[in-house]
């Protein structure tokens, strides 16, 4: 078994984390990587900040029903 | 010169979320703030034969969209009076007591979050325009909508190797684009 990952590998269980995908072995293996490698630790570092910053409450979204109902004004508009 | 083009088809899905954080770190009112994003794209609509290209279509409309909160707010503040600050005392007995003891407490920094984060939405949407069409509607799809992968790909019709790859290069550049005031 490979125990040291290369960087792109590593920044790639980073992103497969964000989203709660990797594996509990890949975990390790990136917290390990991340032991010695400082560029990855800033990538996951914002990359963490990031996923925080979206998960914000205060971020709006509008709904696709929401958009919808606006593309239909729209769509009239544009038909006259 | 005329560089940029204008299609108003695809406002909706490129701006609305965009505009919508824009709106509503100002006027504090979902409702509201949907009526001045329809208005804003309809007055985008009408007068798009003004549109000289200089500017990207985003801030065209934004522009637009800051004069519809500014009449918004000359509106709700035309009724005399409203507009202005009176300054109330509770109770007869702190009458003439120091107003500065009335100003919030600096330290308190609840206010000032709460701006950052009411602008958060602006700044993730903002730099979340600016990416590839592609990617952003992965990354959107993904993080914000929150799909499983499968689901994208069958979507897209791309491999999961595919997928990953496009949403590491959506993170980076959404990283960096909010970099300098963010992180």
């Known amino acids: 078994m490979k125990v040291k990952l290369e960087c792109h590998e590593a920044n790639h269980i980073c992103d497969k984390n964000q989203y709660k995908e990797a594996g509990l072995l890949e975990k390790i293996k990136l917290t390990f990587h991340l032991m010695y490698c400082r560029a990855c630790r800033t990538y996951t570092a914002n990359n963490t900040k990031l996923t925080k910053a979206m998960n914000s409450p205060k971020v709006e979204t509008v709904s696709q029903d929401e958009k919808n109902a606006l593309k239909e004004r729209l769509a009239k508009e544009l038909g006259q | ?183």
Not at chain 2, 134 to 154: L, P, S, V, Y
């Open chain 2, 1 to 183: 010169m005329p560089s940029n083009q204008i299609d108003p088809t695809k406002w909706v899905d490129q701006y609305s979320d965009y505009l919508f954080n824009y709106t509503i770190a100002r006027v504090n009112d979902r409702e509201m703030a949907q009526d001045l994003i329809s208005e804003t794209f309809l007055a985008g609509l009408k007068s798009m034969k003004n549109f000289k290209g200089d500017a990207s279509e985003r801030t065209w409309l934004i522009s637009i969209l800051k004069r519809k909160i500014i009449d918004h707010y000359r509106k709700s503040n035309s009724k005399k009076g409203k507009a202005e600050v009176h300054i109330n005392y509770k109770d007869d007995e702190s009458e003439g007591d120091w107003l500065e003891e009335r100003v919030a407490d600096p330290f308190d920094k609840t206010a000032e979050d709460q701006i950052q984060n009411e602008e958060l939405g602006e700044a993730i949407y903002g730099c979340l325009s600016k990416l590839p069409e592609k990617q952003a509607r992965i990354f959107r799809m993904k993080t914000i909508d929150g799909f499983d992968t499968e689901t994208i790909c069958n979507e897209f019709d791309i491999t999961p190797s595919n997928f990953w790859v496009i949403i590491h290069r959506a993170r980076t550049a959404m990283a960096s684009c909010m970099e300098k005031d963010w992180f």
